[in-house]
């Protein structure tokens, strides 16, 4: 697949996009700012926050139709694709029949899914197995198909997370066992991790058999698109460790499933900040989304900082439009970044700010 019809300048967009994860727009800088959305104004009438059911796959593509149409005037650095977000971390714990709930945002029109801890100790861990006829990963392949139906050449189909390494130990035990468990029982820890391996290539292996790539490329929640099949990891279990603890736990699970496929982008939160400099060395690392959390730092408002301890990493960070503007017209933005602009007041808006962006030299 070479265009999107719900994207009209995706060839100049991409051919901006590969240049930057060629680490060759340290001087220049990249956005993404959607304009106000119909179709979410009315998802969050309609609906609430907090638990829910899981949704019709097909209703859910109709809405996803609706914002990418609604998008398709604003001329940014976005590539329109759907996230399976009922996918989102359920499909893992699910397949080893853990309790899967749902819950609703109507912020930004998700509906999401997590687990319950499966089980309480190990004992029962030579039960788990991976089935490709269980009833969850039957779903996922119905949704993907659904919305890959939906997509058409309208939009693409972003790659979703990955839960594997800690994460997954999170959906067997809680993050209390899963930190405990490295502790007083490391083995049956290695071999957890081997186990989800195996779990999310299968998972990741069919997203890439089932989906078109567009131009040779990853359509991405996170990064929009980049090049190859690229994956999405999470580092989110270290981010309450130190970086040794990272380094001797985290490395090696993340570095082997990059290299299966054609490497992969994280993100980090606010509370995983001290990370960065280790991040940044992961073999297959793509890009790293910079993620905002309470309790810290704005990270546009230390983008400065972190451009510096990142090197020619390339960068998402997240910005309000009042200040991403300010900053944007006081020269203050470092390069090498995309910049992911909410609250943007219009169409008109949000493309007068991609010409200056075009134009702005670092």
Not at 38 to 49: G, I, K, M, V
Not at 103 to 115: A, E
Not at 130 to 159: N, T, Y
Request: one cysteine or more.
């Amino acid at each position: 697949m070479n265009t999107l019809a719900y994207k009209p300048n995706c060839k100049e967009t991409i051919e901006r996009l590969r240049l930057w994860h060629e680490r060759q727009y340290g001087d220049r800088i990249l956005v993404r700012c959607p304009s106000p959305s119909e179709a979410l104004q009315r998802f969050r009438a309609e609906h609430r926050d907090g638990d829910c059911g899981y949704p019709d796959p097909r209703e859910r593509i109709e809405f996803w139709d609706k914002i990418f149409a609604e998008q398709s005037e604003v001329a940014d650095d976005s590539i329109p694709a759907v996230y399976l977000t009922e996918m989102d971390q359920g499909l893992y714990g699910g397949m080893v029949d853990a309790e899967v709930r749902f819950q609703c945002d109507t912020d930004n029109g998700w509906i999401s899914s997590m687990v319950v801890p499966l089980w309480e100790d190990w004992s029962k861990f030579d039960t788990l197995k991976i089935d490709s006829d269980h009833p969850w990963f039957q779903r996922f392949m119905k949704q993907l198909e659904i919305f890959v139906a939906g997509a058409g050449d309208k939009f693409g189909v972003s790659h979703f997370i990955l839960i594997d390494s800690l994460n997954f130990i999170f959906e067997l035990l809680g993050a209390t066992g899963a930190y405990m468990s490295v502790e007083t029982e490391p083995e049956m820890v290695r071999r957890a991790i081997d186990f989800a391996f195996e779990l999310n290539t299968l998972v990741q292996d069919t997203f890439f058999e089932n989906t078109p790539r567009l131009q040779g490329g990853t359509c991405s929640n996170m990064v929009s698109w980049a090049p190859g099949r690229i994956v999405s990891e999470s580092l989110d279990p270290f981010h309450m460790t130190s970086v040794e603890y990272f380094e001797k736990w985290g490395r090696e699970p993340i570095e082997r499933i990059l290299a299966r496929y054609d490497g992969g982008v994280c993100h980090i939160h606010g509370n995983g900040r001290h990370l960065l400099e280790k991040a940044i060395t992961i073999r297959g690392l793509k890009a790293i989304y910079m993620g905002d959390d309470k309790g810290f730092p704005y990270a546009i408002d230390i983008a400065g900082e972190l451009r510096d301890r990142a090197g020619d990493m390339p960068l998402v960070i997240r910005a309000d439009y009042n200040v991403f503007r300010d900053k944007l017209q006081s020269h203050e933005l470092p390069g090498g970044v995309l910049y992911e602009v909410f609250g943007t007041p219009s169409v008109d808006e949000a493309n007068s700010l991609v010409d200056i962006v075009r134009e702005y030299r670092v």
